[in-house]
């Protein structure tokens, strides 16, 4: 597993589970299926800012990890 976020996104994703579980504690007018839909956002969140793996952005061939060094293609 390759780490394929950047510091910067790290610090946003971390940030954004805190709203989100902020959000949470204060907020007792969500549904039952908004509360966990947020639950599981901001787990994700956090697993994968602890992580340093993002599968969506390998998905996407996405990087923000400003220290990647790109794969060279094999050329004959």
């Known amino acids: 597993m390759k780490v394929n976020i950047g510091t ?11 709203i989100v579980f902020t959000a949470l504690y ?16 901001g787990l994700a969140c956090i697993i994968t800012s602890i992580l340093g793996f993002c599968p969506l952005y390998r998905t996407l061939r ?5 220290f990647h ?5 094999f050329e004959r």
Do not use: C, G, Q, Y
């Open 8 to 18: 910067t996104d790290r610090v946003i994703r971390l940030f954004l589970a805190t």
């Open 26 to 41: 204060l907020t007792t007018t969500l549904s039952e299926t908004m509360a966990i839909s947020a639950v599981v956002l």
């Open 62 to 66: 996405l990087n923000t990890n400003r």
């Open 69 to 73: 060094t790109p794969t060279k293609k």
